[in-house]
Structures are given as structure tokens and as C-alpha cells.
């Protein structure tokens, strides 16, 4: 689904992103962890085609991404921080993004209709708590059936029950043979979702594989504390 | 229907109900009421108005339009996530921007010169070389506003910017105009000053629209030497390629930058 191969971003003198190389199998669910200023919000922006990397590859479900928009058809993304104008109201803002994909006509309300967002459809944006902002994201990602999901920080924001809705949203549509590409700081959640996990560090990636054998390399039934096992460890330098 | 176009048509709406627009709105309107009310002469009106469309329309427009850049990053992330090319983004916004901006202006304006002036044919190249200046000032510095926005990620560096800008267009360029005048009063000044002056989108509104108006010496030097040197047809074509020019000219940085850009 997503090939990568010497992928390198540097920011004024800074090296976020040394040589990476990933492959992510169609229909898995692949977390990206690490501790903050890793490289796993430019490796994501990179995938999207926010960060124009300085060298290597991005190949999106078998096209090479470069200089082009329109493989982003098949993604659905969750930001962090929601994007919407602040004075449109939400029909209208789910409005834009139906006019601008004429590709979809048969949407998937499913979770727009189970956060119960058709009673905020004639409010303003700028009217919404940060929870239902984060609901009409999570929404939205999921509308127009795309075949790779990304998903930065998923649950943030939301309570407990839309959390639910929405992991149980992931794992459907995961079945379904939908990609799953997330990252998360909560490693109960990436453990409960995740089949894959890669852990980077400084700009290199330092493991790629199941979340089942990391627990078992790092000898403890937590990912939590195997992620925190490999943050301690010490490595030699990356492939820059 | 093109991207650009879905992307203007929804901007368009949101800027529409911004608090800034239902201030122009209001603002012109009470302004050019005012304006009659203590002056009948509708040349009077127009060089009142327009000493302020040169003045503090391209501040406000320049804070406004950084301001709204920096205010919209999340959206015009999420945007770029979509399969929409950034020119077409970019594009999008800025007219969505600057349209309702130049509407509320326009209406403001025009509703209390239809109310309160005796309207002849003369006063209408005025009023309309008046409404097309307050339209390029719009357009021109909220061009300019989305290229500082675009090139500084720094909010108070981007503001510094456009207050300096604003700054060397709006006062340090006529005093610099008029000291080479000063300076070089005995040789043929007007070719060189007339150039100079097209560098400056301030002084190419503030002509453009004085051309159709006997104020020309009471708006700055610049003024009086375009009416002398163009009769009306000739400064008018001149000036609104300029200010045509003055227009693209950021507005093509911003989108150079933009599709170069790392979000």
C-alpha cells in the first residue's frame, strides 16, 4: 500500500528524517510510535504530501506520489487540530470537501451519524467544543471510503464513548481491507489497534514489526513498557 | 467547476459573515454619509474617501490578511490533504478573501453616493475610478499580505513586515518622491517621477483615481505630475495595467512559495 525508500527531510540544518525505508502491507493497521521531535509527524506529513522530502520515494497504493494530488483520493485523514473556516457552519464545511470529491457518491455517514453530528449541522464551526470539532474530523475521514486511513493522535479529544464509536469504526473498516496508518502517544490504544508498529527514534526507524514480538523481545506483556524499553536502549548510528 | 472556484464559493461565505466585513460595511457607510452631510461637492467626497483608501485600507487589509493567513493554517493544512492542487487552494482563499472585502467597500460606498449626491455623467469616471481604486488597494495588499504570511511562519515577524511595508508605501514614498524633486528641481523630472511613482501601488491607486478629478494637487506630488503629463484615457490604461501588474506580481510570489512550501 505504502512503499517508502530513502526518504531524507532535513529543516535549516536539522535532519529530521534519515533514509527511511518502510513498506506498509494493504489492510494492516500500523502505528507510528516515538518519543516527540522523532520524525513521525514529518514521515506522516511526507505521506500526505505536506513536506517535500530532499531525497527518496513515496509510492501510495502503487503510484508515486510526487507532483501529484490526486492519490489522495484514496486517504482519509484525521488531523490533530481540526481545519475548518470558522464562520461556515458544518453542512456546509462537509459541503466543500463532497463538491471538491466528485469521485464519492455513495458516502459513509456511519460515524457522522452515530456522534450524533446531524443536530450541529446548521451551527457555525466556530460554535463547537474541541470533542465535536474532533468527531466532525473523525467523520469526515471515514466519508469518502478511502482505502488508506491516516490518523494523528485518533482519540484526542474525544470522551470515552466516542472513543469506542470510533475504535470500533478503525476496526470495521480495517476488515474491510482499509489501511490503517495511526499515530498515538497512548500505547494501551496503539496496542489495542495496531498489528504493526514501527518505533522511531531521532529521524531512523528502529523497529518494524508486529506489536506481538516486540512485547516478546522486550520480555514484558506491555507495550507500553516495551516502547519505553527501546527509548532506553542505545543504538548505533542510523544510515544517514 | 474547477477546484479554485469550489474553494472561492465556500471562502466567500465564511468571510462574508467575518466581523471585518460588517465593519467596512458600516464604516463606508457612515463615512461617505458624514461626508455629505458636511460637504455637497461630490469631488470633495471622493478625495475624503480616497485619502483614506490610501492610507489606512492597505494597513488594515495587510493585518487583516496576515492575521487570517496564520488564523486559517489548520484549514489550509487539512485542504492540502485533499486532492486539491495548492494553486488552486491558494487562489481559492484569496479571492474568497478579498471579494466579500471589496463588496462590503463597493456597497458602502456607492449606497450613500446614490442617497445623498446629485449623480451627473461627469462625476461618474470619478466615482468609478474611486471604487476601482478602493478595489485594487484590496486586492494588491492582501496579495502582498498572503506572500508575508507565505514566506514567514513567524506571526510577529509577518505582522512586523506588513506594518513596515505599509510603512515605506503608505508615508516614506511620496517624502522620498518629493525630496528628488527638491533635490533635482532643475532638470525634466516627470518621465523618471512617473516611473518611480509605478513602483509604488499607493501612489498608482491614488493617481489613477485623482486623473478623473480637478483635486489632483491637494493628494500629493505624483498626483499632479500624472494629470499633467496623461490626459484621462491614456493614465487610465496606464495605471490599471500597473496596478494590474501589482496585483499578480505578489500574488505569483505567494503561490511560488506556497507550492514550495513545507507544512
Redesign the interface.
Known amino acids: 500500500m505504502i512503499t517508502i525508500t530513502g526518504l531524507k527531510k532535513t ?1 535549516k540544518h536539522h535532519q529530521v528524517l534519515k533514509s527511511i525505508d518502510i513498506e506498509i502491507h494493504s489492510g494492516s493497521v500500523t502505528a507510528i510510535v516515538g518519543p516527540n521531535g522523532s520524525g513521525k509527524t514529518t514521515l506522516l ?1 511526507s505521506i ?5 522530502p530532499e531525497s527518496g520515494s513515496i509510492s501510495v497504493g502503487g503510484s508515486t506520489i510526487k507532483n501529484s ?5 484514496q ?1 482519509g ?1 484525521l ?1 490533530q ?8 457552519k458544518v453542512k ?2 462537509i ?3 463532497q ?3 466528485t469521485d464519492v457518491k455513495d458516502y459513509d455517514l456511519e460515524l457522522y451519524e452515530a456522534f450524533g453530528l446531524e443536530e450541529y449541522k446548521n451551527k ?1 464551526i466556530k460554535h463547537l467544543s474541541g470533542g465535536t470539532l474532533q468527531k466532525l474530523s473523525a467523520a469526515i475521514a471515514f466519508m469518502f471510503r478511502p482505502t488508506l486511513l ?1 490518523l494523528d493522535e485518533p482519540t484526542s479529544s474525544l470522551d470515552p464513548s466516542a472513543s469506542i464509536l470510533l475504535k470500533d469504526k478503525i476496526r470495521k473498516v480495517n476488515d474491510e481491507g482499509v489501511t490503517v496508518l495511526l499515530t498515538s502517544h497512548i500505547m494501551p490504544e496503539v496496542d489495542e489497534l495496531a498489528d504493526e508498529v514501527i518505533f522511531m527514534l531521532e529521524g531512523c526507524v528502529r523497529y518494524k514489526g508486529s506489536v506481538t514480538e516486540l512485547k516478546n523481545i522486550q520480555e514484558t506483556p506491555s507495550l507500553e513498557k516495551a516502547v519505553a524499553n527501546i527509548i532506553k536502549m542505545e543504538f548505533s548510528p542510523c544510515l544517514i | 467547476m474547477s477546484d479554485m472556484i469550489k474553494i472561492f464559493k465556500y471562502q466567500t461565505r465564511d468571510v462574508m459573515r467575518s466581523r471585518l466585513v460588517i465593519f467596512y460595511l458600516l464604516f463606508f457607510s457612515l463615512f461617505t454619509s458624514l461626508l455629505f452631510y458636511f460637504n455637497s461637492e461630490t469631488s470633495g467626497v471622493i478625495a475624503n474617501i480616497l485619502s483614506i483608501n490610501v492610507s489606512f485600507m492597505p494597513l488594515l487589509t495587510l493585518l487583516y490578511g496576515t492575521t487570517f493567513y496564520y488564523n486559517s493554517k489548520g484549514y489550509i493544512l487539512f485542504m492540502l490533504t485533499q486532492p486539491v492542487k495548492r494553486a488552486n487552494l491558494v487562489t481559492g482563499i484569496w479571492l474568497g478573501v478579498a471579494l466579500p472585502l471589496v463588496f462590503s467597500q463597493l456597497i458602502g460606498i456607492t449606497v450613500p453616493f446614490l442617497i445623498f449626491s446629485n449623480l451627473d455623467v461627469e462625476s461618474l469616471p470619478a466615482i468609478g475610478a474611486l471604487l476601482s481604486s478602493s478595489f485594487f488597494i484590496t486586492l494588491i495588499f492582501l496579495a502582498l499580505a498572503f506572500f508575508i504570511a507565505i514566506l514567514q511562519d513567524d506571526k510577529a515577524k509577518g505582522f512586523g513586515l506588513s506594518i513596515t511595508i505599509w510603512f515605506l508605501l503608505a508615508l516614506l514614498y511620496d517624502g522620498f518622491i518629493l525630496g528628488i524633486s527638491v533635490f533635482f528641481a532643475d532638470y525634466p523630472l516627470e518621465l523618471p517621477l512617473l516611473i518611480i511613482s509605478s513602483f509604488n501601488p499607493i501612489d498608482l491607486a491614488r493617481i489613477f483615481c485623482l486623473i478623473h478629478l480637478d483635486a489632483s494637487a491637494l493628494m500629493g506630488y505624483t498626483g499632479a505630475i500624472f494629470q499633467d503629463y496623461f490626459q484621462s484615457i491614456t493614465g487610465s490604461v496606464v495605471s490599471i495595467t500597473a496596478l494590474t501588474l501589482w496585483t499578480l506580481m505578489p500574488l505569483s510570489g505567494a503561490l511560488y512559495k506556497f507550492k514550495k512550501k513545507d507544512f
Open positions: 529543516y506529513k500526505l504530501g505536506l513536506v517535500i494530488d490526486q492519490y489522495r483520493k486517504i485523514y488531523p487540530n481540526h481545519g475548518f473556516p470558522a464562520n461556515l456546509e464545511s459541503k466543500l470537501l463538491d471538491l470529491r457555525q491516516i
